[in-house]
């Protein structure tokens, strides 16, 4: 299997909203199989993908260390709500504050063409899982995390010392604009706490 390149934000693929799968083909079941290394090697907890230039109805995540696959997933419950921060490989170096559906329940069939479902949510034991599946169908039907956060909340993530002179990583805060003109430049904000895997794929063709 192999590590896909992952889309950065401003690919218009991210924007489309993903087709459904009506066959589950050899080739999608090796994609899976890809994402699952690229989330893996990105250090993701979720990955959809048209965040691999692939716009089909099927996304990865991962519960501990767990991965899963949904392919064409349908939120059928939700309950709660809770208010936090949410990052992405598409949007990388980035973080804001999102509303989301506390508990979530959602179907759909595995990588093996099995009939699944999950109840999961936001919690110590499971971390982010309900925000991530939701987080995830929003990259299927073309919507970034970003739409949805609080404007005030939005920030690049910065490294930098606390006041202790300890390594720490520091808020500054941004527009979805300015974001979005970064990654079309090529030019990042002066010490953003990007990783290598990620930052290549902003930085490609800078010049």
């Not at 999950?118 to 599946?133: F, K, M, P, Q, V």
């Not at 739409?147 to 941004?174: C, F, H, Q």
């Not at 990783?195 to 800078?206: F, S």
Request: aromatic share 4%.
């Amino acid at each position: 299997m192999s590590v896909l390149p992952i889309r950065i934000w401003g690919d218009p693929i991210l924007k489309k909203k993903a087709t459904a799968v009506d066959r589950l083909t050899p080739a999608d079941k090796k994609l899976i199989q890809d994402m699952f290394d690229t989330m893996d090697a990105a250090d993701g907890a979720g990955l959809a993908a048209p965040q691999v230039g692939v716009s089909r109805r099927i996304f990865v995540f991962r519960i501990g260390d767990e991965f899963h696959a949904l392919i064409n997933p349908k939120i059928t419950r939700k309950s709660g709500e809770v208010e936090g921060e949410e990052g992405c490989l598409s949007i990388p170096g980035v973080q804001a504050s999102v509303k989301r559906a506390k508990k979530v329940t959602v179907s759909g069939r595995d990588q093996n063409n099995k009939s699944v479902e999950y109840t999961l949510e936001d919690s110590e034991e499971t971390g982010r899982a309900a925000t991530c599946i939701q987080h995830e169908i929003d990259h299927l039907d073309g919507i970034m995390y970003l739409e949805r956060a609080e404007k005030e909340s939005i920030a690049w993530l910065v490294e930098g010392k606390d006041d202790e002179g300890e390594d720490t990583i520091l808020m500054r805060r941004t527009t979805r604009d300015k974001i979005l003109e970064a990654y079309k430049t090529k030019t990042l904000p002066k010490g953003v706490h990007i990783p290598d895997l990620l930052r290549e794929r902003v930085e490609r063709g800078k010049k």
